[in-house]
T-cell receptor
Framework: EPEVTQTPSHQVTQMGQEVILRCVPI?????FYWYRQILGQKVEFLVS????????KSEIFDDQFSVERPDGSNFTLKIRSTKLEDSAMYFC???????????FGQGTRLTVV | QKEVEQNSGPLSVPEGAIASLNCTYS??????FFWYRQYSGKSPELIMS????GDKEDGRFTAQLNKASQYVSLLIRDSQPSDSATYLC????????????FGSGTRLQVQP
């Protein structure tokens, strides 16, 4: 059983629309992350989330992005106004303790048209 | 800029051979090192972690770490066609909450 599941598996949206990507950890994890991977490129860190707040974010994670864990279960990534260059695979990852192994969800393929 | 470098490949080996994958990193304070396997269109799958200098073996996989040389490698013994994938090296500097910095990956092709 995977440590984390993501929905949807594929999302197509029009440029300028808002999207919400969801991540549901299976067991108790303390650290949550979003990464993205543009087709053919490396996996890039977006943001880390611990104790119900953002711990760190990369330069990619600008004002168009936000994260929250509203109900203590789902961990969401919102992109307010999507751009063509937001098209990528978005991965949620979880870690039980700091500096230990990170497990990735199956990803959401976001296509902005 | 903290970097993790890998040869993009493809690295082609015959079935049954040993595949050797290499990775260097620039951040000397890095503490944790991971190898992920990624099939095309899929998410990274953790196959090995290593935290101290030396070798760590798990089945057909051996990870090797040399912090003085800032070098980590992955050996795959008795390579199988199903091992054909992109192998990602990832590093955690242990500071702050940032999780992993990834290399661009090495594509491995195991020829039957």
């Amino acid at each position: 059983e995977p440590e984390v599941t993501q929905t949807p598996s594929h999302q197509v949206t029009q440029m300028g629309q808002e999207v919400i990507l969801r991540c549901v950890p299976i067991s108790n994890h303390l650290y949550f992350y979003w990464y993205r991977q543009i087709l053919g490129q490396k996996v890039e860190f977006l943001v880390s989330f611990y104790n119900n707040e953002i711990s760190e974010k990369s330069e990619i994670f600008d004002d168009q992005f936000s994260v929250e864990r509203p109900d203590g279960s789902n961990f969401t990534l919102k992109i307010r106004s999507t751009k063509l260059e937001d098209s990528a695979m978005y991965f949620c990852a979880v870690m039980a303790q700091k500096n230990t192994e990170a497990f990735f969800g199956q990803g959401t393929r976001l296509t902005v048209v | 800029q903290k970097e993790v470098e890998q040869n993009s490949g493809p690295l082609s080996v015959p079935e049954g051979a040993i595949a050797s994958l290499n990775c260097t990193y620039s951040d000397r304070v890095s503490q944790s090192f991971f190898w992920y396997r990624q099939y095309s269109g899929k998410s990274p799958e953790l196959i090995m972690s290593i935290y101290s200098n030396g070798d760590k073996e798990d089945g057909r996989f051996t990870a090797q770490l040399n912090k003085a040389s800032q070098y980590v490698s992955l050996l795959i013994r008795d390579s199988q066609p199903s091992d054909s994938a992109t192998y990602l090296c990832a590093v955690n500097n242990g500071q702050g909450r940032r999780a992993l910095t990834f290399g661009s990956g090495t594509r491995l092709q195991v020829q039957p």
